[in-house]
C-alpha cells in the first residue's frame, strides 16, 4: 500500500484544518493518513469556541490499533490539547512502539490562528520538552517558536531548540509582519540550511500551518529527504492557499480555507 504516516490532531468541524487537513495534504503528497484523534474542538473557520481532549489512554489504544495494522513510514502531530497527551507520544517513541527513526513532523500547535486557545500554553510549553528531541522536524510559527525557546530573535530561538535537542526547525515570519515578502528559513543541528522568500498572499488562512506540516510528512513517508519535502510542501501550499475558498461570511477579513484539491479546480 501507499507510505502511512499516523498523524495525531483534533478533528476541525469546519474542516479548514486538524484531522482533516492531514488527511488531504498527505493523500496529496502521495502518502495515506491514518489518525488518531487528540480533541474534538468546536470551531468554524474563523474561530475556536472550546474542545475537549480525549484521555491519554484513548489516544493510546488508536495509534496502537493502527500500529499493529499498518506500515507506518512517518508520523505528525498536531493540537495535542493536554500534557497527558504529549507524555503519551512520547511514551510510544520511547518503547519503540513507533520505530526507531521514523520521520516525525511536529507542528507545535498552542493557539489557533484565530487566537483561540488550544489548550494551556505554558503547561503545554513545558511538556513540549519531552516530545521535541523525537521530531524530525518541528514547523512552530513564530510565537511557537518564542514559546518554546524563550528568545524573542528567531535565529536565536532555532538554535537554541536545536542546541536542547531538536533535529530541525522550520520557521516562516508570516505572523511577525502584515506586509512584505514573508522569510522562510530551516536550521538543521544549529546551522541554517535553507532560506527562501515566499510572496504574501492577501487574507488570512485557516490551517495553512496543518497542510504545510502534513504535506511534509508525507513526502518524508516516501522517502524524500527533509530538504526537498519542505521545497515540495512550499510549492504544494502555496497553489493551495491561491485557490482557497472563502465561507460564506460577509467579512472582507475572514480567513479562507486552503484548496487542497485545487489541482481539481
Known amino acids: 500500500m501507499r507510505p502511512v504516516v499516523l498523524c495525531f490532531?483534533?478533528?476541525?468541524?469546519s474542516g479548514g484544518a486538524g484531522l482533516q487537513a492531514d488527511i488531504e495534504s498527505i493523500g496529496q503528497a502521495g502518502a495515506h493518513a491514518a489518525v488518531a484523534c487528540t480533541a474534538i474542538t468546536i470551531q468554524n473557520s474563523q474561530q475556536v469556541m472550546g474542545f475537549e481532549s480525549v484521555s491519554a489512554e484513548?489516544?493510546?489504544?488508536?495509534?496502537?490499533?493502527?500500529?499493529?495494522?499498518?506500515?507506518?513510514?512517518?508520523?505528525?502531530?498536531?493540537?495535542?490539547?493536554?500534557?497527558?497527551?504529549?507524555?503519551?507520544?512520547?511514551?510510544?517513541f520511547k518503547n519503540n512502539h513507533i520505530k526507531q527513526g521514523t520521520p516525525f513532523v511536529l507542528d507545535p500547535v498552542l493557539v489557533a490562528n484565530s487566537g483561540g486557545s488550544l489548550g494551556d500554553k505554558e503547561t503545554l510549553v513545558k511538556a513540549f520538552?519531552?516530545?521535541?528531541p523525537f521530531a524530525t522536524l518541528i514547523t512552530p510559527n513564530t510565537h511557537e517558536l518564542r514559546a518554546l525557546s524563550g528568545e524573542t530573535d528567531l535565529h536565536a530561538g532555532a538554535k537554541k531548540l536545536c542546541q536542547n535537542g531538536v533535529n530541525a526547525v522550520l520557521v516562516k515570519t508570516s505572523h511577525d509582519y502584515e506586509t512584505g515578502d514573508i522569510e522562510q528559513?530551516?536550521?538543521?543541528?544549529?546551522?541554517?540550511?535553507?532560506?527562501?522568500?515566499?510572496?504574501?498572499?492577501?487574507?488570512?488562512?485557516?490551517?495553512?500551518?496543518?497542510?504545510?506540516a502534513s504535506h511534509i510528512a508525507g513526502k518524508l513517508a516516501l522517502g524524500m529527504d527533509l530538504v526537498q519535502a519542505i521545497k515540495d510542501a512550499d510549492t504544494w501550499i502555496a497553489q493551495a492557499l491561491q485557490h482557497a475558498d472563502r465561507p460564506h461570511i460577509?467579512?472582507?477579513?475572514?480567513?479562507?480555507i486552503p484548496n487542497r484539491f485545487f489541482h481539481l479546480a
Open 9 to 13: 490532531s483534533g478533528l476541525d468541524p
Open 58 to 92: 484513548l489516544l493510546i489504544a488508536q495509534a496502537m490499533a493502527v500500529l499493529d495494522d499498518l506500515p507506518i513510514k512517518a508520523v505528525k502531530s498536531g493540537m495535542l490539547g493536554t500534557t497527558d497527551n504529549i507524555h503519551a507520544i512520547a511514551t510510544l
Open 129 to 132: 520538552v519531552e516530545l521535541l
Open 185 to 212: 528559513f530551516l536550521y538543521i543541528n544549529g546551522e541554517i540550511a535553507h532560506t527562501s522568500i515566499v510572496p504574501r498572499l492577501n487574507g488570512e488562512f485557516h490551517g495553512s500551518g496543518c497542510s504545510l
Open 250 to 256: 460577509d467579512d472582507p477579513k475572514a480567513q479562507l
